[in-house]
């Protein structure tokens, strides 16, 4: 198997783990009671996240 090759496979291999943690966490979150202002402070993060990795893929940041 070639070096991309195993790498796009465990790259994929790992992503449901990530995904069930990100979940997990959320409902930690919410059963924790988390108010209005940590919803959207967590909201605002996630899209400047995103955000600059847009840019960083377009090699504007």
Known sequence: MERE???R???LLG???VIL???VELHTLTKAGLNT???LTLLVGYNLC???RFCSNLGTC
């Open 9 to 11: 496979f465990s790259f």
């Open 50 to 52: 995103q955000d600059f």
């Open 5 to 7: 090759t195993s790498a």
């Open 21 to 23: 943690a990100g979940v």
């Open 15 to 17: 992503l449901p783990a």
């Open 37 to 39: 202002a940590g919803w």
